[in-house]
């Protein structure tokens, strides 16, 4: 990329989450991510350009051992014309969603990160010519605590997803509340994981989103965002799935092409890239945690038919949902147990402020820092490098929480057996894929006390509206029972 070069008109607005804004070349596949501050709040050039060097280190030091090389791209960072930037600013402005214009654009230090475009080119170079169909999922933590420092028993028997669904929609954030459990997607079950794909489609949120040729054809961006709408979604997808089109319009022809997009994403995320490389972690899901949550309506609808739900099918090792379990179970003591631990830190820092950069908070995220992540040890020795070692890992399995996967399907063509990369069969057609991973920035250690206060939120709303509620059910239905009476009829 020629950045002496650059015509704002060439570019177009992406898309942006809380820290970041991306902006999509109309022909190369590349994008650039900048980042976004508060109006009041500037930062030097040399702060912004060492936050998206950080960014980098930590992508190609850890996360990348984590993940596998196949599925992390690290990017580099670049310096723009300030001219660019501020007329690349005012173009895309119209195109923002209003929920997001309460922090701008950084204008003024002129530094963003490069990266491929993984909506249009992947990790294979796909034949330019050829027509791409890519599904991003957030997928969120999959796995219930199973610390001993949980004070919440519903923690216990309830994801936080499924929780937090309830305070949002409290909140206004959401119209409604999605049927989506992350346990059920990373169950391996395929069963689960349909039903849980399905969930995504029918209420994405912010956790799915699909791109046509790189342009977004399906996606919520806020509470006011229209319904979604299956049949114009099958319109887009039907020439993918159903090539030679023997297949008529209507509500049959939309089932048919969902159901070929889940079981095709589902094949793709079990599939195994890395061939059987297991990652650095050997964390295992534990017997200790619960393998289902009890808020997901698929295991609802079970037990109400008298079944039980059926058993995790289990992940194969090499698969990235495998991978990112391994590295968001490095919370190993929930932010329960992590809290003190932090306090423990802040004390130290407190009273040896000069010590910060020695602790590495805020990088450099290298080889050193990589290497104290795998101490997966959980006694407490009352050490501050004990406390400081659980809250570096706290932050790195956060970051795993919140990242995105990125499916990448383009049709194979006649013969799929010259096809270079991985491939991937549906009824009708076949797929070369690749499949990524985004959003991975380490999550800032000022956020801890955020999270502690977040989490006794969501839990106590979660207890006194929905858990009380269903209590109060179980409740009246033995009362009930209690009242009754028998009465014999001579027959």
């Not at 007329?87 to 950084?106: G, N």
Request: net charge positive; hydrophobic share 35%.
């Amino acid at each position: 990329m020629d950045e002496g070069k650059m015509d704002e008109n060439e570019w177009g607005y992406h898309g942006e989450g809380n820290k970041s804004l991306v902006v999509a070349h109309a022909q190369r596949c590349v994008v650039l991510r900048f980042l976004k501050f508060p109006p009041n709040r500037k930062k030097a050039s040399e702060e912004i350009f060492q936050h998206l060097q950080n960014i980098v280190d930590f992508s190609k030091n850890v996360m990348k051992e984590f993940l596998g090389e196949n599925y992390v791209h690290c990017g580099e960072v670049v310096q723009l014309p300030l001219d660019f930037v501020k007329q690349l600013c005012l173009k895309i402005q119209s195109e923002r969603p209003e929920s997001r214009c309460d922090k701008d654009l950084d204008t003024l230090s002129g530094y963003a990160l490069c990266l491929p475009n993984l909506a249009r080119l992947q990790t294979y170079r796909f034949v330019e010519h050829r027509p791409i169909l890519c599904v991003e999922i957030k997928p969120k933590c999959g796995f219930i605590p199973f610390s001993g420092d949980v004070t919440h028993e519903v923690k216990h028997k309830v994801c936080r997803y499924c929780m937090h669904q309830h305070l949002k929609v409290a909140t206004g954030k959401w119209k409604q509340i999605s049927k989506y459990c992350p346990l059920d997607l990373y169950s391996g079950n395929k069963q689960r994981m349909h039903f849980a794909l399905r969930s995504l489609l029918q209420e994405a949120q912010n956790n799915l989103k699909i791109f046509k040729n790189g342009e977004l054809i399906y996606g919520c961006k806020d509470a006011r965002s229209p319904v979604a709408d299956w049949s114009e979604l099958a319109h887009h997808l039907k020439p993918f799935f159903f090539p030679s089109n023997g297949l008529a319009g209507g509500p049959h022809c939309t089932g048919a092409v969902i159901r070929e997009l889940v079981r095709v994403i589902t094949r793709v995320l079990l599939s195994d890239s890395e061939k059987g490389r297991a990652g650095a972690l050997r964390l295992g899901p534990g017997p200790q945690g619960p393998r289902v949550c009890e808020a997901s309506p698929f295991g609802r609808s079970l037990r109400h038919q008298g079944k039980s739900a059926p058993e995790c099918s289990g992940l194969p090792k090499g698969c990235l949902l495998y991978k990112t379990l391994q590295v968001q179970m490095l919370d190993l003591l929930d932010i329960e147990g992590l809290y003190p631990l932090y306090r423990r830190v802040e004390r130290y820092l407190e009273e040896f402020p000069e010590e910060r950069k020695t602790l590495q908070i805020d990088g450099p995220y290298d080889e050193a820092f990589y290497q104290k992540l795998l101490d997966l040890s959980t006694e407490d020795d009352g050490t501050v490098a004990f406390a400081l070692t659980k809250v570096q890992q706290y932050r790195v399995a956060m970051t795993a929480k919140d990242c995105s996967v990125m499916i990448a399907l383009s049709p194979c063509l006649q013969d799929a057996s010259s096809e270079q990369r991985p491939v991937v069969a549906s009824s009708r057609s076949r797929f070369a894929f690749s499949v990524s991973v985004l959003d991975l920035d380490l999550k800032p250690y000022e956020s801890i006390p955020h999270q502690y206060k977040l989490d006794g939120k969501i839990v106590n709303y979660y207890s006194k509206t929905v858990h009380a509620k269903d209590a109060a059910v179980m409740s009246a239905r033995f009362k009930e029972s209690e009242d009754c009476t028998l009465v014999l009829h001579q027959v």
